[in-house]
């Protein structure tokens, strides 16, 4: 069994020898490689919905390892206690539902467990609940696989390491991938740009016609107007992190 690119860089960033919670574990194959490969005394493959349990039971019952896997179906983190695990890992989900997991499930957060985070989206709602829930990142990777690009984090209790990012550039990107320059993320902002300015320059095409027309309502031209400004303003600052790293690490 070989893990894609992006499920291999989450067992990646587990602690090697730790029992470990799986959410959303599918087919099982992120705690089954990690009993195996990292030495994980303790697994949870965990899942909401039935299927990808029966599925995750299956391969778990190939491998022979039903004795350190445990399968459980919950919600969430809702059918495990933090004594039971040390690090929880959360791939493959969108940020907010990542955040309102970490949210019902406060218990963990309070004591110290470790997380492996991939959201799919909205990473800087993530990295603010973080920091706000006392955490620091102590790793982020930045890849890209088939044509898409993911983001994993490590975080764990910040102690006296406790951080806050001065700009919001910062959470939406990530502090220490941007002080690597590291060169998949220079990729992706530069895409970024060009989707940014590609949405502008449509927007103005039209806010143009509109005008010409005489039939756009005055609130719809003021909340054209001001994401135009976001716009311009996303599309500046990313610029300007590209013109003073224009190369990677």
Same mark, same amino acid.
């Given at each position: 069994?070989?893990?894609?690119k992006?499920?291999?860089?989450?067992?990646?960033?587990?602690?090697?020898?730790?029992?470990?919670?799986?959410?959303?574990?599918d087919?099982?194959?992120?705690?089954?490689?990690?009993?195996?490969?990292?030495?994980?005394k303790?697994?949870?493959?965990?899942?909401?919905?039935?299927?990808?349990?029966?599925?995750?039971?299956?391969?778990?019952?190939?491998?022979?390892?039903?004795?350190?896997?445990e399968?459980?179906?919950?919600?969430?983190?809702?059918?495990?206690?933090?004594? /039971?695990?040390?690090?929880?890992?959360?791939?493959?989900m969108?940020?907010?539902?990542?955040?309102?997991?970490?949210?019902?499930?406060?218990?963990?957060?309070?004591?110290?467990?470790?997380?492996?985070?991939?959201?799919?989206? /909205?990473?800087?709602?993530?990295?603010?609940?973080?920091?706000? *829930?006392?955490?620091?990142?102590?790793?982020?990777?930045?890849?890209?696989?088939?044509?898409?690009?993911?983001?994993?984090?490590?975080?764990?209790?910040?102690?006296?390491?406790?951080?806050?990012?001065?700009?919001?550039?910062?959470?939406?990107?990530?502090?220490s991938?941007?002080?690597?320059?590291?060169?998949?993320?220079?990729?992706?902002?530069?895409?970024?740009v060009?989707?940014?300015?590609?949405?502008?320059e449509?927007?103005?095409?039209?806010?143009?016609?509109?005008?010409? *027309?005489?039939?756009?309502?005055?609130?719809?031209?003021?909340?054209r107007?001001?994401?135009?400004r976001?716009?311009?303003?996303?599309?500046?600052?990313?610029?300007?992190?590209?013109?003073?790293?224009?190369?990677?690490?």
């Amino acid at each position: 069994m070989e893990l894609s690119k992006r499920l291999g860089t989450v067992a990646e960033a587990v602690t090697a020898g730790c029992r470990v919670a799986d959410v959303g574990t599918d087919h099982g194959y992120v705690p089954i490689y990690l009993v195996r490969e990292k030495g994980c005394k303790k697994a949870y493959a965990m899942d909401v919905n039935k299927g990808p349990l029966e599925r995750a039971e299956a391969h778990i019952r190939m491998e022979g390892m039903e004795d350190v896997i445990e399968v459980r179906r919950g919600d969430g983190l809702s059918a495990l206690e933090p004594e /039971e695990a040390d690090s929880v890992v959360i791939a493959g989900m969108g940020g907010e539902l990542i955040c309102r997991i970490l949210r019902e499930a406060s218990r963990f957060l309070e004591a110290g467990t470790e997380f492996v985070l991939q959201p799919q989206s /909205e990473w800087f709602k993530v990295r603010h609940l973080l920091h706000e *829930a006392g955490y620091r990142i102590a790793k982020e990777w930045f890849l890209k696989e088939e044509g898409k690009y993911y983001v994993v984090l490590k975080a764990l209790p910040a102690g006296e390491e406790k951080e806050q990012y001065e700009e919001e550039f910062c959470y939406e990107y990530g502090a220490s991938l941007l002080r690597e320059r590291h060169p998949v993320l220079l990729e992706y902002l530069q895409k970024e740009v060009e989707k940014r300015e590609h949405i502008l320059e449509k927007m103005r095409r039209a806010a143009s016609g509109e005008k010409k *027309a005489k039939k756009t309502e005055e609130r719809n031209v003021e909340t054209r107007e001001r994401r135009c400004r976001e716009l311009e303003k996303e599309i500046k600052k990313i610029k300007e992190y590209l013109d003073e790293n224009p190369g990677g690490a």
